[in-house]
């Protein structure tokens, strides 16, 4: 912990801060969850429930291990649907708390401040609930999990829980394997004396993965066998039409409909990239890792290419970095008050508006001072209590029946 540099009003000003943020995030993990349970009580969404139902259990596919874990329980299908909205809460918030213990474990300075309320960080599900629980949180849990393995006391424990959710997430969806160069460099950088352990370990379950990819059968046949499969299940009559059925496209169908998708909007999702990397740009993180950067912007651009999800993208690419400043050394670590005005009216002036992104017509005109004032809604947290809480014990007294 190198809090020890800080004075005590800089560490006022830090809790103020991170309080704000995570009462910010934790709204939102309540929103997600209700947003999530309500198409799942009705047989799921075609892209937000169906991603995580793709399985193997007709072979081999890209992106099925979750699937065949969360299909193979002793759960009825509508069951499995809102045990599915619990878990991937569960998995959601800690993650939230994770960011936070990275956040307060480590010096921070004034653009910490400004890169923690980003629009392209987690408050991006501020008014993007749709992409809240997709499966970039498995690799990005992973990831935090393992920058914060570097100041927690159980190292070995955070370690091997992030290894865990690594090899899940490259299994579930190969996109996650994204996290894997800041990993490595961090290792790099903090001279790992485990590196070429790590480095082993991590490789191994990549090439098993890649190994089975290029020798698994045809994926168009296996989605419509999924598809099948699912509808026997009794989910909703569009289950199969969006994830699953992007999975039997080929490079250049994918490629035609993100251009078709997108058409002219180009020009809104450059000006949200910078607003998501302007702080990390005056706070040097990127200069002071330029090649880093300059790899992923290389890696991501087949991203931009093929896939129509592009707040998504850019909130990963946020959110790789901004764990990486989180955790840096910093120069200038005083705060002040005046410091903390500036912030706020940076958040108002340049955020909040902007708390749009991923498959909205116009992400710069749209303000959602709702999504603030929503936090104060009693609805919006008595819903959550009853449902995320009586349905808890509901498949926690299921799950025990089944082993008695």
Known sequence: MKNFNLTVEDLRIKNIVLSVFFLLSLYNFVKGFNFFY????????EWYT??????????????????????????????????????????????????????????????SHLILFSPAFLLFHSSNLEAIFRKELIGLLSLALFVFSYVAKNRKII??????????????????????????????????????????????????????????????????????GLKELNYHQNICVGAIDWLGLSISETYNRTTNFYDSQYFYYLYYLLVGIGPLILSKSIKKNKLLFLLYVFLFIPLF?????????????????????????????????????????????????YWEGSIASNPLLSVKSNNLIGI???????????????????????IISSFA
Request: charged share 15%; aromatic share 24%.
């Open 159 to 228: 370690l091997f829980l992030s290894y865990i959710f690594f090899v899940v997430g490259i299994f579930s969806a190969e996109y996650n394997l994204y996290f894997v160069p800041l990993a490595i460099y961090l290792m790099k950088r903090k001279h790992d004396e485990k590196i070429v352990l790590f480095s082993t370990l991590i490789s191994i379950p990549i090439f098993i993965y890649f190994y089975f990819y290029f020798n698994s059968i045809d994926t168009a046949l296996n989605a419509k066998l999924i598809c099948a």
């Open 305 to 353: 290419i093929v896939s129509i999800d592009w707040g998504r993208h850019i909130f990963m690419l946020v959110s790789i970095f901004s764990i990486l400043q989180f955790s840096e050394d910093k120069e200038n670590k005083k705060f002040s008050y005046s410091m903390l005005f500036f912030t706020l009216l940076f958040l108002v002036l340049f955020y909040i508006p």
């Open 376 to 398: 104060f809604s009693f609805n919006e947290w008595k819903t959550f209590f009853l449902d995320f809480v009586g349905r808890s014990i509901q498949i926690f007294k299921i």
């Open 38 to 45: 309500n198409y799942n009580i009705y047989g799921g969404h």
């Open 50 to 111: 169906a991603e995580w139902l793709i399985n193997y259990n007709y072979g081999f596919i890209r992106r099925g291990l979750f699937g065949t874990f969360i299909l193979s329980l002793p759960l009825s299908p509508e069951i499995t649907l809102i045990f599915l909205s619990i878990f991937l809460s569960i998995i959601y918030l800690v993650y939230i708390v994770t960011i936070c213990l990275i956040y307060l474990r480590n010096d921070q300075n004034f653009y």
